[in-house]
């Protein structure tokens, strides 16, 4: 036992719990990094809970206000609206689509209705387009969507939205200014 220089061997025992040290914190920084990337998917999967939750109130008042056409109890195409929406919309446009001509009717300001309302203005111009002694026609037109409405209109937020004649709702991305559809005005 002599041979051995017991000085050396607080060192070596040192160095092997700094070999030790070095293995747990590589294990640990492991861990952390596999922590990290899992909340870094977690908070990309916030953020997008997030906007779709922001997409839907956006969207809420929009989804409320419809416009559509349908014969009434004399066979006559009416226009119909309702804003369902417990808010005023502005600078609604309603768009006639008659074959291939279009008309657009314009509302400054439209309050919430308890139920579907005819727009009359617009059903008059409608009418004016329509050969009235052609509801036959009308019905058969109507049917294969050669006569449709479409709208554009600002919710309470000033969001623009379009709602297309199949029923489809959008915002709308265009000039303001621009016409719609090619729609003459009235």
């Known amino acids: 036992m002599s041979g051995i220089d017991w000085g050396t061997v607080p060192d070596w025992l040192a160095g092997g719990g700094a070999v030790v040290a070095l293995l747990f ?3 640990a920084a492991r861990a952390a990094l596999r922590a990290n990337g899992q909340q ?3 908070l990309v999967n ?5 906007r779709e939750r922001n997409e839907r109130e956006k969207r809420s008042q929009a989804a409320l206000i419809a416009a559509w056409i349908q014969p009434d109890g004399e066979g006559l195409l009416q226009v119909y609206f309702i804003n369902g929406s417990p808010l005023p919309i502005y600078r609604l446009r309603v768009i006639l689509h008659v074959a291939s001509e279009t008309f657009a009717v314009e509302y400054a300001v439209r309050g ?4 579907p309302v005819k727009i009359m203005r617009a059903t008059t111009k409608f009418r ?3 050969d009235a002694r052609q509801i036959m026609k009308w019905r058969k037109m109507l049917g294969d969507g ?3 409405v479409s709208m554009s209109f600002m919710d309470a937020n000033s969001t ?3 709602r297309d ?3 489809l709702l959008s915002l709308d991305t265009s000039d303001q200014s621009s016409t719609i559809d090619g729609a003459q005005s009235e």
Do not use: F, H, T, Y
């Open 112 to 115: 919430p209705d308890s139920a």
């Open 146 to 148: 050669r006569i449709s």
């Open 46 to 50: 916030l953020e997008e809970q997030q």
């Open 160 to 162: 623009r939205w379009n």
């Open 128 to 130: 004016a387009v329509l």
């Open 165 to 167: 004649s199949s029923g």
């Open 25 to 27: 914190a590589g294990v």
């Open 40 to 42: 870094s998917r977690q």
